[in-house]
């Protein structure tokens, strides 16, 4: 992003919630919600997921454990979560 489009982003950000934040805190934030989407959008598309009644994803030990723990280690405190992906 252009220094002008952070500027933006930096000024609509401290309008909307009055918390000030440098570039860098915002721009790591943006990658770690990214990497989210990136993962979330795998669970919606990956072949041979379940689903429980409430939408939340049936994976074996050995599917969290290569795609959490391995390639997305800030992603493990989800694989116990019961309502983490509800609706995806």
Avoid: C
């Avoid at 309008?15 to 943006?30: I, P």
């Avoid at 049936?58 to 992603?75: G, H, R």
């Amino acid at each position: 992003m252009t220094k002008k489009g952070w500027d933006e982003v930096l000024t609509r950000f401290r309008a909307t919630t009055n918390l000030v934040h440098d570039k860098e805190q915002l721009g790591s934030r943006y990658r770690q919600l990214k990497s989210l989407y990136g993962f979330i959008k795998k669970l919606k598309t990956q072949s041979g997921l379940g689903r429980r009644e409430d939408g939340s994803v049936i994976a074996t030990e050995d599917w969290w454990e290569n795609n959490t723990k391995v390639l997305v280690p800030s992603f493990v405190r989800f694989v116990d979560s019961s309502d983490m992906f509800v609706g995806f």
